[in-house]
């Protein structure tokens, strides 16, 4: 089983929908959370990331934190065209490593 | 500036055969990473640097190598290449300083190598 689980999709959702995008873990100890967005071959891009527990809002996006349930998720309000793209979950110990685990990606299709 | 640029762009070797890819940068970042991507199975962390001359191993390091002999450039090689290592494969680069620096990894456009 992998440390970071995420529904690969595909998820396809009308212009104007609200996205929820989900990722679930194994590793009590991981502190820092991040969401990445990947457009089709493109390297991956940081859209937000979240410390421990809590939400954190960044214009349509918000990040949420449930650290007693292992699992995070990322909201995409007032979903365009533009915001298509592989959204993969990433997440790390405290201690400046680096060592980012990633999940499978999430691909969203939002359609016109 | 450039940002993280990888070199080359595709390559398709034989079983067997040797090869390096380059990754350089131009953020004067401490930190640099290869991965690996893989259909199904997210981005793995190969190796990686916490600064020049320093290397380490990450999730997925069997079968590669690394050199970091200038702050700017990230090397991984490949001594004998196996059709398992055909992957698309993506480098980055971070600050390291701080330890919430680490969670904005800028990454390159990546390399995609096909072995037969």
């Known amino acids: 089983q992998k440390e970071v689980e995420q529904d690969p999709g595909p998820l396809s959702v009308p212009e104007g929908a609200i996205v929820s995008l989900n990722c679930t873990y194994s590793?009590?100890?991981?502190?820092?959370f991040m969401w990445y967005r990947q457009y089709s071959r493109k390297g991956p891009e940081l859209l937000m990331y979240?410390?421990?527990?809590g939400n954190k809002e960044d214009g349509r996006f918000t990040a949420q934190v449930d650290k007693s349930s292992k699992y995070i998720s990322l909201f995409i309000r007032d979903s365009q065209p533009s915001d298509s793209a592989t959204y993969l979950c990433?997440?790390?110990?405290?201690?400046?490593?680096?060592?980012?685990?990633f999940g499978q990606g999430t691909t969203l299709q939002v359609k016109p | 500036n450039a940002g993280v640029t990888q070199t080359p762009k595709f390559r398709v070797l034989k079983t067997g055969q040797s090869m390096t890819l380059l990754c350089a940068q131009d953020?004067?970042?401490?930190?640099m990473y290869w991965y690996r991507q893989d259909p199904g199975m997210g981005l793995r962390l190969i190796h990686y640097?916490?600064?020049?001359?320093?290397?380490a191993k990450g999730e997925v390091p069997d079968g590669y190598n690394v050199s970091r002999l200038k702050k700017q450039n990230f090397l991984l090689g490949l001594e004998s290449a196996a059709p398992s290592q055909t992957s698309v494969y993506f480098c980055?680069?971070?600050?390291?300083?701080?330890?919430?620096?680490?969670?904005?990894?800028?990454f390159g456009p990546g390399t995609r190598l096909t072995v037969l």
């Open positions: 980055a680069s971070s600050l390291g300083r701080q330890n919430r620096r680490v969670n904005e990894q800028f």
């Open positions: 990433a997440m790390r110990l405290s201690g400046n490593t680096g060592k980012l685990i």
């Open positions: 953020m004067n970042h401490e930190y």
């Open positions: 979240t410390y421990s527990s």
């Open positions: 590793n009590s100890a991981f502190q820092y």
């Open positions: 640097s916490v600064g020049e001359g320093t290397t």
